[in-house]
């Protein structure tokens, strides 16, 4: 018997594509706008951030994996059945934020904004 992942993220065909290229597993495509109870009770691993009053439901989940740094709601006691494996983007997205404060700090030292106004 497959496990089945549920991935509760907008993402593009080409990464869904990607992610149906690793056999073995069962598939269900959702985001948090759009996720169910049914679609929570059936994934024995979540990739993405379903709602806690979803996720909260499945007392077998095995894995949980946040697209946040911080999962802190998720690890209230209660939310995730006891032994799911929690795992989170701690990392993930500190390259792109490093880049966006030093364009913003440049944008404000060279007074970027004034010469747009003008």
């Known amino acids: 018997m497959s496990k089945h992942i549920l991935v509760c993220l907008p993402i593009s065909a080409e990464q869904r594509a990607r992610i149906e290229a690793v056999q073995g597993f069962a598939y269900r495509f959702t985001t948090p706008d759009t996720a169910t109870a049914e679609d929570a009770l059936w994934a024995d691993a979540v990739l993405g951030n379903l709602p ?3 996720i909260r439901q499945n007392d077998h989940l ?12 998720y690890l209230e006691p209660g939310v995730l059945p006891e032994g799911c494996i929690v795992t989170n983007a701690t990392g993930a997205y500190g390259l792109a934020i490093s880049e966006c ?3 913003m ?3 404000l030292l060279k ?3 004034t010469y747009r106004d003008n």
Do not use: D, H, K, Y
């Open 105 to 107: 700090w440049l944008s």
């Open 101 to 103: 404060m030093l364009a």
């Open 52 to 54: 806690v009053p979803l």
């Open 62 to 73: 095995e894995w949980f994996q946040s697209n946040a740094a911080g999962p802190n709601n």
């Open 111 to 113: 007074e970027l904004p």
